[in-house]
């Protein structure tokens, strides 16, 4: 049985031919998107989560003191372990030392 010969092109199939025809390099588009200045961009570091709830807190503090400050991802719900923990280290722990220092006085 003879071999077809490789240069001549095979039919093409629906799935291999490209749905659009490539850009020519030259031609620049019809339309140009407007650049946003550093200040128009929004980052999410900027942006703040939703702030916390007085009975999330008190959730909070009552699991740390079940639990021995683990297993945070339980301890509220609706509430990521990484966002309880920072909550209770940088929140409500300052709070209550705080307070039990003014206490002294």
């Known amino acids: 049985m003879p071999r077809k010969a490789?240069?001549?092109?095979?039919?093409?199939?629906p799935y291999d031919r490209p749905s659009t025809p490539p850009p020519i390099k030259d031609e620049k588009p019809d339309?140009?998107?407007?650049k946003k200045s550093p200040t128009e961009r929004k980052q999410?570091?900027?942006?703040?989560?939703?702030?916390?709830?007085?009975?999330?807190?008190?959730d909070l503090f009552n699991h740390a003191l079940k639990t021995d400050e683990k297993d945070w991802d339980k301890a509220?719900?609706?509430?990521?372990?990484?966002?309880?923990?920072?909550t209770w280290?940088?929140?409500?722990?300052?709070?209550?030392?705080?307070?039990?220092?003014n206490k002294k006085s």
Do not use: H, Y
């Open 31 to 34: 339309f140009l998107t407007p």
């Open 76 to 86: 509220v719900e609706g509430r990521t372990a990484k966002q309880c923990s920072q």
């Open 89 to 101: 280290k940088k929140t409500l722990l300052p709070f209550i030392k705080q307070n039990i220092e």
């Open 44 to 58: 999410r570091v900027d942006t703040p989560g939703r702030k916390w709830s007085s009975d999330e807190l008190l």
């Open 6 to 13: 490789m240069n001549t092109p095979s039919p093409s199939k």
